[in-house]
């Protein structure tokens, strides 16, 4: 496979995953919530969970979906829901830093859901495949699949990095609040995409 593919489809997926989006935006939440090591199980999660997305919207899953309204309506506001319950968890939240590690930080399987119920991960999927393999060409899907494992992990790592790094300014609970509460209407405000698009 030449380079003249590999590098355009590298600096696709990097865009793509570094952008915000809501799973970026719970992963900025965790790192300055939850040790680091917490925060990467949920970014271990999202990105498996987004490689599969993408291997299956690129073996015909989105075409499928579009030919059945009622699938992809279902898809579309499960994600509205997901979202919102989500956001509604962060505003409500205290503002005080976990100590004895009681609270649940999002896991792996969060992470996995969370990029089927995502539409800026179906969105990344149906518009890279289209734009960067030959349709249902299965070793160039396998291929942008394997260059996007690691800069989409790397990416998401990165947001619970700066979460950490946060987290050191965000000791005292009301501005864990706002930063928390700043985050929900965010993620709410990200169901608009969902909800018009």
Same mark, same amino acid.
């Given at each position: 496979?030449?380079?003249?593919? %590999?590098?355009?489809?590298?600096?696709?997926?990097?865009? #793509?995953?570094?952008?915000?989006?809501? @799973?970026?935006?719970? /992963?900025?939440?965790?790192?300055?919530?939850?040790?680091?090591? &917490?925060?990467?199980?949920?970014?271990?999660?999202?990105?498996?969970?987004?490689?599969?997305?993408?291997?299956? !919207?690129?073996?015909?899953?989105?075409?499928?979906?579009?030919?059945?309204?009622?699938?992809?309506?279902?898809? &579309?506001?499960?994600?509205? =829901?997901?979202?919102?319950?989500?956001?509604?968890?962060?505003?409500?939240?205290?503002?005080?830093?976990?100590?004895?590690?009681?609270?649940? =930080?999002?896991?792996?399987?969060?992470?996995?859901?969370?990029?089927?119920?995502?539409?800026?991960?179906?969105?990344?999927?149906?518009?890279?495949?289209? =734009?960067?393999?030959?349709?249902?060409?299965?070793?160039? %899907?396998?291929?942008? =699949?394997?260059?996007?494992?690691?800069? /989409?992990?790397?990416?998401?790592? /990165?947001?619970?990095? #700066?979460?950490?790094?946060?987290? &050191?300014? !965000?000791?005292?609970?009301?501005?864990?609040?706002? @930063?928390?509460?700043?985050?929900?209407?965010?993620?709410?405000?990200?169901?608009?995409?969902?909800?018009?698009?």
């Amino acid at each position: 496979m030449s380079l003249s593919l %590999i590098l355009p489809m590298s600096a696709f997926a990097l865009a #793509a995953s570094i952008s915000p989006g809501p @799973v970026n935006l719970v /992963c900025l939440s965790s790192g300055t919530r939850y040790p680091v090591s &917490r925060g990467l199980i949920f970014v271990t999660g999202a990105t498996l969970g987004f490689i599969a997305l993408f291997i299956a !919207v690129g073996l015909g899953l989105y075409s499928l979906l579009t030919m059945v309204p009622v699938v992809e309506e279902l898809l &579309r506001w499960g994600g509205v =829901a997901f979202l919102l319950y989500l956001s509604v968890k962060l505003a409500m939240d205290s503002g005080h830093l976990p100590e004895n590690g009681t609270d649940k =930080a999002p896991g792996f399987g969060t992470g996995a859901l969370m990029q089927w119920l995502n539409p800026k991960a179906w969105l990344a999927s149906a518009s890279g495949i289209g =734009a960067y393999t030959s349709a249902n060409d299965l070793q160039q %899907i396998l291929l942008f =699949a394997s260059l996007y494992l690691p800069i /989409c992990w790397l990416s998401l790592a /990165c947001w619970v990095y #700066a979460g950490a790094f946060l987290r &050191r300014y !965000v000791q005292r609970p009301v501005v864990l609040v706002t @930063v928390n509460r700043t985050l929900a209407l965010l993620l709410a405000a990200s169901c608009l995409y969902l909800v018009i698009g």
